[in-house]
């Protein structure tokens, strides 16, 4: 297993979740990381990025203000904290890594995918 996430669970509107993806060391050191979701009937959709580069971190219009990716390279795991969550944030959540030059906002370009975590939020 290349990417294992874990911290989904049950919580209320306006609870907080921390979702951490650990990284494989021994299969690469330098990645462009990302959190994905999936809502029931919905497309996989975006929800925040950080480049390996430095860039500045990206986010989905829905969670910006409210959802923080970071990364922790000594512990090889990059975290999503979310908070003020709500039930449209329900979901599967993906980490994905990639290793190439190529766009980090388009899900196709990741080629390194965990298994979800599920995520809900009762109203």
């Known amino acids: 297993v290349q990417l294992q996430a874990s911290g989904g669970g049950l919580v209320q509107a306006g609870g907080s979740l921390r979702l951490s993806c650990v990284v494989s060391q021994r299969t690469f050191s330098a990645y462009d990381a990302g959190w994905f979701r999936q809502a029931p009937g919905k497309e996989r959709e975006l929800v925040a990025i950080m480049p390996w580069r430095g860039d500045r971190q990206r986010y989905s219009g829905s969670v910006r203000g409210r959802f923080t990716i970071s990364r922790n390279q000594a512990k090889d795991t990059v975290y999503l904290q979310m908070n003020n969550l709500r039930p449209e944030d329900t979901a599967v959540y993906y980490c994905?890594?990639?290793?190439?030059?190529?766009?980090?906002?388009?899900?196709?370009?990741?080629?390194?995918w965990g298994q979800g975590t599920e995520v809900t939020v009762s109203s």
């Open positions: 994905a890594a990639k290793t190439d030059s190529s766009a980090v906002d388009k899900i196709d370009n990741y080629n390194y």
